[in-house]
């Protein structure tokens, strides 16, 4: 897994590419949380992701629960196979993604 994370201001896009599963996973949100209280909205891009396991649809989720309650916006970009997966698993009536 490859993460690049970009400020605009007080706006923050952690862009994932290659894969996140069980053994990314935990980097993955690390980088999240290592975050939390530098940003006003948080966008993350898998446009360029291939794959996302359970695992990581866990840091998404937890993520969402984070910041919900702090009105902190959260935007997930997605490919067509990544949005097949999140929307097959339901996970697109909890998370805002952009196609």
């Not at 935990?26 to 291939?50: A, R, Y």
């Amino acid at each position: 897994m490859e993460l690049i994370k970009n400020y605009d201001g007080k706006e923050l896009t952690i862009v994932a590419k290659e894969k996140i599963d069980t053994v990314t996973a935990p980097d993955f949100q690390n980088e999240i949380m290592d975050e939390m209280g530098n940003f006003d909205s948080l966008i993350v891009d898998f446009t360029d992701l291939e794959y996302i396991s359970s695992a990581g649809l866990r840091v998404l989720v937890a993520t969402e629960k984070k910041l919900k309650p702090e009105g902190i916006p959260f935007v997930i970009k997605v490919n067509d196979a990544i949005n097949e997966i999140l929307v097959m698993a339901g996970f697109d009536k909890i998370l805002n993604l952009e196609l």
